[in-house]
C-alpha cells in the first residue's frame, strides 16, 4: 500500500493521529480486506489545487506496469458526482482534472475526501483510491447578517448575558473561526462557551451598568478571526438601544430538538416546533422566533413560524444529497433577551431511485468463434439509496448464449456461455435487467444489441451433386453450355464465391481448350466446336472457392453428352466407282424374278437414325426390269428377263439416312443383259472406226498372226495393269479414315444358270481399318459376271473376237471381277 502526502504546510498532532489511524485501516483491509479490492491507495492534496497538478503515482504505488494499464483499458470510475481526477495511463500518474472545492464537497464534514475506482480489463482488476482533500484558507467568516439591533433594558445587571449570532466560515480547522472581538469594551466584554459538541456560543457580557439618560444607543463592532495564514476576518455591527425595565429572558423548554423525517415530503410540511417561556407579562413577554444559525442549505429546506415556532418544509427532503439537518432557533422577547436551543433533523430514506446502468465497456460485435466466457461488456449497476434500497440485483433476458457474472462490488460482466454461429442467429438483443430490494422494488432496464462478426467456416455448397448437359456437335464455339452454381452460408467477403476450372487432360488434350468457366457467374463456355465422331462424353471438375482468409472451396463434377447432328452423308463402300473403266453386272436372259444382280453397300458415319440407310431406285434404263431393296440394297430382277431387253442397262441408286435434314449418295451401276460375252462386247464397245477387211485369205491370214501376237502382248499388259489396279484398291481401302469396318453379307449367290454364259457367283469382303491389306475374294460357278473394258484397247479386243471366230480353240476373254 502506497501513501503519497502533498503539504503546503505542517499537521497538526491531531491530523498526525488521524493519518496513522487510517494507514492502520487501510492495512488491514489489504490483509484481511474486501474480495472485490485488490489494493487500496490513498493520497492528499490541497483543495483548489491547479488543473493538471501531479497527484500521485498510481502505478509506482500499486505496483502496477505502465503497460498493464494501458493493455487493460485502465480508467478512473467515480460513482456519481464530478471527476476531479483523471488518469495519465501512459504516465501512470493521477493528475488534478477539474478544480475541486472543499467546502463545496464535504461542507464542514473533517476529514474531506472523495474515493474513486481504478478498473482494468482482462482480467477485470478493481483498486480503490482515496484522495483527502485538505483546506485551505480560502473563505473569511462571514456572519449571517451584517447589523444586528438588540435593545436592551437599562436595568440589566452586571454579568448581564447577550447572546450574539456566530460567525461562519466555511473553512475548517485551523482554517476555521479562531476568535472573536469586540470593540469598543466600555460597557460589555465577549465571551465565549465551548459546548460539549465542539460548537462555541458567543456572547455580550455586560460589565457595567447601563444608563439610558447617559447614553440611550451604542453602536459595536464584533470582529470574527479565523487561524489561518494569512488571518482572514469579518464584522459585524451591534447596534444596541437601551430600554427600560425588562429583567427576564426567554427560557427554551428542550435546549436540543430532534426529528426524523422521510425524504421526500411535500413543502408545507410541519417537521417540529421550538417553544420558549418569557416570566415577563405583556409586551415584554412576547416571544418571535428566528433561525440563529443554519446553513444555506437547511435555509433553502425549512422555515420557521416567528409566532409559534413551527419548523416546515419549504422544499423537498432528498436523503441522498442531505442525510440530517441542525438548526439553531433563538426565542427572543421584545426586550431583546434572548435564549436559543439546537434542531436537529434526521432524514430517513425512502426507495425513491431507481437502479441505474452504465456501460463501462461494450464490444458491440464479437466473432462467432469466440471461445465460451469471452468478456462481451462490463457493467455498472448502482442505486442511490441505502439498505435495502440500495441493494441491486441484475439478470439478463433468457433464451439468449450469454450469462451475467459479478465478481466485483457494484460491477457485473456479460460473458458468452455457448458457442455462437452467425449462420443461425446474426444478432441478440440483450435486456439488462436491474431491481432493488425496496418495497416496492424498483426497476431499470437496458437493452444492448450483439451483432455476430462472420467466420469462414462453411465451404461453398453446389446446388447440385453432379451437373449434365447435352450439347448438340458442331456448336458455335463460345456458347454458354450450363452454369454451375454454389452457395455459401457465411456473409460479405467470406460468401464471396469464384469458379474454376481444374486442370486434367481430356483424350490428350486440356480441357481449357475445350471448355472454359467464368469465376463470377459461373457460366460454362464452349471452347470449339464439339465433333460426336471424335467424342461422345467428357467430364471435368470445377471448384468454387470463397473469399474467406483462408479460403474454403468445394468441387462438383460436370458431365457434357455432345449429341448426334447429321453431318455426315452415306459413303458407297460397293460397287466401287471408277473414273475410266466400265464395269458391268451380267444378268442373263434366262434369270427369274428375282435374281440377285448385285449388291450396294453403305456406311454412314454418325449414329443413331441419322445413320439408318434406305435404298431407292432413282433412274433405270428399264424400270420395270430391276428393283432395289430398301433396306438391304440388294438389286434383284422385278420379272423375267425377255429378249426384248436391251443389253445395256443403267441404273442409279440413292442411298439416304435417316437425318433431319436425310444425307443422301448416289451410285451408278452398268448392267449387261447378255447370254454371250461377244454380245457385251458389241454392245459395250465402238464401232465407229472399224474396217471391211478383203475375203484375200493371205490378208486374214497375215492379219491374224499380227492379231494373235499383239493380243498376246495386251493380255500380258492387261494381267500387269489389273495386278497394279487391285494393289492400289487395297491402298485406297488402307488410307481410309472411316471408322466404321463396311460389312458385306458372306457368301450369297444366286445358283440358277442358263444360257452360255455361266451367271452363278460368290463373293466375299474383307477389309479392315487397322491392317495394312484389305483383301477382297470373289469365286465364280463357270465363269465371270462382270465384264471390265478399258476404251484404249476396244478395237484391238474387236479384232481379236473376229480372229477367234477362226479357232476352234480360242481363249476366254481376261474378266476382272472387282
Known amino acids: 500500500m502506497a501513501f503519497l502526502y502533498l503539504h503546503d504546510r505542517a499537521f497538526s498532532r491531531r491530523q498526525i493521529l488521524l493519518e496513522i489511524k487510517w494507514l492502520t485501516v487501510v492495512i488491514l483491509l489489504c490483509v484481511y480486506g474486501m474480495d472485490f479490492v485488490c489494493c487500496q491507495a490513498r493520497y492528499s492534496i490541497p483543495e483548489e489545487t491547479p488543473e493538471g497538478s501531479f497527484v500521485g503515482s498510481i502505478a509506482k504505488d500499486l505496483g502496477i506496469e505502465i503497460s498493464r494499464l494501458i493493455s487493460g483499458k485502465a480508467r478512473v470510475v467515480t460513482k456519481g458526482g464530478r471527476q476531479y481526477v483523471e488518469l495519465s495511463r501512459d504516465k501512470g500518474t493521477l493528475v488534478v482534472k477539474e478544480r475541486i472545492d472543499r467546502e463545496e464537497l464535504c461542507k464542514q464534514t473533517t476529514p474531506c475526501s472523495f474515493t474513486f475506482d481504478l478498473i482494468m480489463e482482462n482480467p477485470i482488476e478493481l483498486h480503490r483510491v482515496t484522495v483527502e482533500v485538505q483546506d485551505i484558507n480560502d473563505n473569511a467568516p462571514k456572519f449571517p447578517k451584517g447589523t444586528v439591533n438588540l435593545q436592551i433594558s437599562e436595568n440589566t445587571e452586571i454579568e448581564g448575558r447577550f447572546p450574539l449570532d456566530r460567525a461562519e466560515d466555511l473553512d475548517v480547522e485551523i482554517n476555521g473561526i479562531e476568535s472573536y472581538s469586540l470593540t469598543p469594551t466600555d460597557h460589555f466584554k465577549l465571551k465565549i462557551n465551548a459546548q460539549a459538541d465542539g460548537d462555541k456560543h458567543v456572547e455580550m457580557v455586560l460589565q457595567r451598568e447601563l444608563d439610558r439618560e447617559e447614553r440611550d444607543e451604542l453602536k459595536l463592532v464584533l470582529t470574527a478571526y479565523d487561524g489561518g495564514s494569512p488571518r482572514k476576518s469579518g464584522t459585524m455591527q451591534i447596534h444596541i438601544s437601551v430600554l427600560d425595565v425588562n429583567d427576564n429572558k426567554p427560557a427554551c423548554k428542550e435546549s436540543v430538538y430532534k426529528a426524523e423525517v ?16 418569557d416570566a415577563d407579562q405583556g409586551v415584554n413577554g412576547q416571544i418571535t422566533y428566528s433561525f440563529a444559525q443554519a446553513s444555506k442549505e437547511a435555509r433553502n429546506v425549512f422555515k420557521i413560524n416567528t409566532e409559534t415556532g413551527a419548523i416546515t418544509t419549504l422544499g423537498t427532503l432528498d436523503y441522498e444529497s442531505d442525510k440530517s439537518y441542525q438548526l439553531n432557533v433563538k426565542a427572543m422577547d421584545k426586550g431583546g433577551l434572548a435564549d436559543t436551543c439546537k434542531v436537529i433533523v434526521e432524514v430517513l430514506d425512502e426507495n425513491d431511485n431507481s437502479p441505474s446502468i452504465q456501460l463501462m465497456s461494450f464490444s458491440n460485435f464479437i466473432a462467432e468463434n469466440s471461445p465460451t466466457g469471452t468478456t462481451v461488456a462490463v457493467i455498472n449497476v448502482e442505486d442511490a439509496d441505502s439498505g435495502k434500497n440500495g441493494l441491486v440485483q441484475c439478470k439478463i433476458n433468457e433464451n439468449v448464449p450469454f450469462k451475467i457474472e459479478s465478481s466485483l462490488s457494484d460491477y457485473y460482466a456479460l460473458i458468452t456461455d455457448e458457442t455462437l454461429d452467425r449462420e443461425n442467429i446474426a444478432e441478440y438483443n440483450i435486456t439488462i435487467v436491474v431491481s432493488d430490494q425496496g418495497s416496492p422494488a424498483r426497476h431499470n432496464n437496458k437493452t444492448i444489441n450483439v451483432k455476430i462478426s462472420d467466420v469462414n467456416d462453411n465451404p461453398p455448397v453446389f446446388s447440385s451433386d453432379e451437373y449434365k448437359t447435352f450439347v448438340f456437335e458442331n ?22 464465391l469464384s469458379y474454376f476450372l481444374e486442370d486434367n487432360n481430356i483424350q490428350g488434350n ?34 468454387a472457392r470463397d473469399g474467406g482468409s483462408p479460403p474454403l472451396s468445394s468441387e462438383v463434377t460436370v458431365k457434357i453428352i455432345v449429341q448426334d447432328q447429321n453431318d455426315n452423308a452415306p459413303q458407297v463402300l460397293y460397287p466401287v466407282q471408277t473414273g475410266g473403266s466400265v464395269v458391268a453386272e451380267i444378268v442373263p436372259r434366262s434369270a427369274d424374278v428375282g435374281y440377285l444382280v448385285t449388291k450396294v453397300v453403305a456406311v454412314d458415319v454418325d449414329s443413331g437414325q441419322n445413320a439408318w440407310l434406305s435404298y431407292k431406285l432413282q433412274k433405270a434404263t428399264d424400270r420395270a426390269l430391276f428393283e432395289v431393296g430398301a433396306q438391304n440394297g440388294e438389286i434383284r430382277t422385278v420379272r423375267q428377263v425377255t429378249d426384248k431387253d ?54 486374214y491370214l497375215v492379219l491374224a498372226l499380227a492379231a494373235v501376237s499383239f493380243l498376246f502382248i495386251t493380255t500380258v499388259v492387261v494381267i500387269i495393269s489389273v495386278k497394279i489396279y487391285r494393289w492400289r484398291q487395297s491402298r485406297i481401302f488402307y488410307q481410309s479414315n472411316l471408322p466404321v469396318i463396311p460389312y458385306y453379307p458372306p457368301g450369297y449367290a444366286d445358283t440358277g444358270v442358263t444360257g452360255t454364259l455361266p451367271h452363278g457367283y460368290h463373293y466375299d469382303a474383307c477389309m479392315t481399318t487397322d491392317s495394312r491389306k484389305s483383301d477382297c475374294k470373289y469365286s465364280t460357278l463357270g465363269g465371270q459376271s462382270v465384264l471390265v473394258m478399258d476404251p484404249s484397247f476396244t478395237e484391238t479386243m474387236q479384232r481379236a473376237m473376229r480372229e477367234k471366230e477362226f479357232q476352234q480353240d480360242s481363249e476366254s476373254p481376261e474378266v476382272v471381277r472387282k
Open 475 to 496: 456448336n458455335s464455339p463460345g456458347v454458354a453450355v450450363l452454369t454451375v452454381k454454389a452457395s455459401d452460408a457465411d456473409w460479405g467477403p467470406n460468401a464471396r
Open 510 to 543: 486440356p480441357v481449357s481448350s475445350l471448355v472454359s468457366v467464368n469465376s463470377d457467374s459461373g457460366v460454362v463456355h464452349a471452347i470449339k466446336a464439339f465433333d460426336f465422331e471424335q467424342m461422345k462424353t467428357f467430364s471435368f471438375n470445377v471448384t
Open 646 to 699: 436391251a443389253v445395256k442397262q443403267k441404273l442409279t441408286v440413292v442411298v439416304e439416312d435417316n437425318g433431319q435434314p436425310s444425307r443422301s449418295a448416289v451410285v451408278n451401276i452398268n448392267v449387261a443383259v447378255a447370254d454371250s460375252f461377244p454380245e457385251v462386247l458389241s454392245e459395250f464397245t465402238d464401232f465407229t472406226h472399224a474396217k471391211q477387211y478383203n475375203d484375200d485369205l493371205t490378208f
Open 262 to 277: 422521510r425524504e421526500n415530503l411535500a413543502p408545507g410540511t410541519v417537521v417540529t416546533a421550538v417553544s420558549a417561556t
